[in-house]
T-cell receptor
Framework: GQNIDQPTEMTATEGAIVQINCTYQ??????LFWYQQHAGEAPTFLSY????GLEEKGRFSSFLSRSKGYSYLLLKELQMKDSASYLC?????????????FGQGTTLQVKP | DVKVTQSSRYLVKRTGEKVFLECVQD?????MFWYRQDPGLGLRLIYF???????EKGDIPEGYSVSREKKERFSLILESASTNQTSMYLC??????????????FGSGTRLTVV
């Protein structure tokens, strides 16, 4: 079966660093995505990993280990506006159809 | 600014009604998707289409159908709405090949309540 696990909720302090983990078991792997979703809004793209290692983009970084079926999203210098849900998604099937399988999402609350 | 537009932000329908949710994208994307999002369950794929007049079932197609007569438009149809179809519905699109490094572009969602 297809399974993507991430913590349901996390809390962190403004200015701190937080790591959101994602583990996956899928039949096939063709890339892992992280999206950010503020309450009542559409998910927006944050990062993409297809090879092992770390991808850095400003305050956000994403890491992938394909052998372990594991990824994390690292948020540095947290700001209040980072309070949102973070969705981990795997493209498991044909790269032609691009179908994504999503985890349940992690709701991050940033406190002053 | 590229867009995926869903026709309604909020809808309230009665049990047994036939409901149409419309999605239009202006990016000339081949692939289009319908998901529903429920607390604790995440996004679950209902149907997707990778070309005009083509459709494939996702993980939870029961009670739904779709139509894609034009490349830019993908419609989700609830044949006979039921209260367990109360949910947030998200439309998304991507290039063939999955939008190699950015995946999907999402619409703003339609929050459907069936009473």
């Amino acid at each position: 079966g297809q399974n993507i696990d991430q913590p349901t909720e996390m809390t962190a302090t403004e200015g701190a660093i937080v790591q959101i983990n994602c583990t996956y078991q899928t039949s096939g792997f063709n890339g892992l995505f992280w999206y950010q979703q503020h309450a009542g809004e559409a998910p927006t793209f944050l990062s993409y990993n297809v090879l092992d290692g770390l991808e850095e983009k400003g305050r956000f970084s994403s890491f992938l280990s394909r052998s372990k079926g594991y990824s994390y999203l690292l948020l540095k210098e947290l700001q209040m506006k980072d309070s949102a849900s973070y969705l981990c998604a795997v493209r498991a099937g044909s790269s032609n159809t691009g179908k994504l399988i999503f985890g349940q999402g992690t709701t991050l609350q940033v406190k002053p | 600014d590229v867009k995926v537009t869903q026709s309604s932000r909020y809808l309230v329908k009665r049990t047994g009604e036939k409901v149409f949710l419309e999605c239009v994208q202006d990016m000339d994307h081949e692939n289009m998707f319908w998901y529903r999002q429920d607390p604790g369950l995440g996004l679950r794929l209902i149907y997707f289409s990778y070309d005009v007049k083509m459709k494939e079932k996702g993980d939870i197609p029961e009670g739904y159908s779709v139509s894609r007569e034009k490349k830019e438009r993908f419609s989700l149809i609830l044949e006979s709405a039921s209260t367990n179809q109360t949910s947030m519905y998200l439309c998304a699109s991507s290039l063939r090949g999955g939008g190699f490094n950015y995946g999907y572009t999402f619409g703003s969602g339609t929050r459907l309540t069936v009473v």
